[in-house]
């Protein structure tokens, strides 16, 4: 079975540029869950989505937005990027159902987001 | 607002050591406490642990949790190069789908 994979691996953009950054779960995932990781401040939650409906949020500015497909694929979209939106974006995938194990949530390799 | 502590921030030993690395938390409503081990992108998943006292081993690794006094610890015993890494601990409560994650331990395995 493919694991969570994302696209591309690595972007560099400019200041004030917009991206969008594309993560498929793997198979028979349906939920779909972004974090941003930096040295600084460690991984940290951005949004999590399922059935297409974004079910919780982090704090995050709103220029960090996301969606998902019926497929469960997902996208998440940075507009007016700043330097300090540089870090690596990681996605995750769970089954989500009652059984414990349902509810572990298995990593992409992540997009590293360079800002200049 | 949760909250995860790890602790040591980083740990050098050498190969055949024991280790044992610390996780405490503070969350509404807990549901799960995960361990990941992080080499150079990607989390792998260890460990789910949601039940006290309960021990989950894999080969060399093995956790547990202590529901009451709110924390779990992570050993490796002999450890190996390969174990290098950092280690990560994040929980979930229930009806809160995200997981805060603490700061991570820095393993380094000296040959």
């Known amino acids: 079975k493919a694991g969570v994979t994302q696209t591309p691996r690595y972007l560099i953009k400019t200041r004030g540029q917009q991206v969008t950054l594309s993560c498929s779960p793997i198979?028979?995932?349906?939920?779909v869950s972004w974090y941003q990781q930096t040295p600084g401040q460690g991984l940290q939650f951005l949004f999590e989505y399922f059935s297409e409906t974004q079910r919780n949020k982090g704090n995050f500015p709103g220029r960090f937005s996301g969606r998902q497909f019926s497929n469960s694929r997902s996208e998440m979209n940075v507009s007016t990027l700043e330097l300090g939106d540089s870090a690596l974006y990681l996605c995750?995938?769970?089954?989500?159902?009652?059984?414990?194990?349902?509810?572990?949530?298995?990593f992409g390799a992540g997009t590293r987001l360079s800002v200049l | 607002e949760d909250k995860v502590v790890q602790s040591p921030l980083s740990l050098v030993v050498h190969e055949g050591d024991t280790v044992t690395l610390n996780c405490s938390y503070e969350v509404t409503n807990f549901r799960s406490l995960l361990w990941y081990k992080q080499e150079k992108k990607a989390p792998t998943f260890l460990f789910m642990l949601?039940?006290?006292?309960i021990e989950k081993k894999s080969g060399r690794l093995s956790s547990i949790l202590d529901k009451k006094e709110l924390f779990s610890i992570l050993n490796i015993t002999a450890t190996q190069t390969g174990d290098s890494a950092v280690y990560l601990c994040a929980v979930e409560g229930f009806g809160n789908e995200k997981l805060t994650f603490g700061t991570g331990t820095r393993l380094t395995i000296i040959p």
């Open positions: 995750a995938s769970s089954v989500v159902g009652l059984a414990e194990a349902k509810n572990i949530q298995y």
């Open positions: 949601t039940s006290s006292g």
């Open positions: 198979s028979g995932h349906r939920s």
